[in-house]
């Protein structure tokens, strides 16, 4: 069994090479309107699409739409990925992972993470980014992963400084 120092390290390098990949695939910071929806999109496993956009009662259509890269989405569903980003981008201009996560309400955190498309506080990702000084504080998981794909939404090489 991994101690934690061991276990955070393994985390980080995975986190680093995440990043590596995804910033061969993503779009400069000129272009990032336009390749906004595709990099968030593309961080996102398969399961994670269908239930970004339509949560745990998706038809079988519905599933196997939303199962492929943003390039090769029909036309219906790239609307709704779309809309999908612009909700969780909100207006940008955000310092920080943090400071951006702690913007969104529970159903958007969720939709982020690839987590749901409702509401829950249940749900890991309804909670807060470490430093709010809010309760129900994210578990090292969670962050990891709104770390990752929040970076590639807001075309960001760093976490940012949180709080300010």
Not at 4 to 24: C, D, P, Q, T, W
Not at 36 to 62: F, I, R, Y
Not at 81 to 92: F, W
Not at 97 to 103: F, I, K
């Amino acid at each position: 069994m991994l101690n934690g120092i061991e276990r955070r390290m393994r985390l980080g390098l995975m986190h680093l090479a995440a990043m590596a990949v995804l910033s061969l695939a993503c779009v400069p910071a000129a272009l990032a309107d336009a390749g906004m929806a595709e990099c968030w999109w593309n961080t996102l496993s398969p399961e994670k699409m269908v239930v970004a956009l339509h949560g745990e009662q998706a038809t079988e259509a519905q599933a196997m739409a939303a199962k492929k890269m943003y390039a090769d989405l029909d036309g219906e569903t790239r609307k709704f990925v779309d809309a999908a980003t612009a909700e969780i981008h909100g207006e940008g201009g955000f310092s920080s992972v943090g400071a951006w996560w702690e913007s969104l309400d529970c159903r958007l955190m969720r939709v982020a993470a690839g987590d749901g498309a409702a509401a829950d506080p249940a749900s890991p990702f309804c909670a807060h980014y470490p430093g709010s000084g809010a309760e129900k504080i994210m578990d090292e998981a969670s962050i990891d992963w709104v770390n990752t794909v929040e970076q590639v939404l807001l075309n960001r090489n760093d976490l940012g400084q949180y709080p300010e």
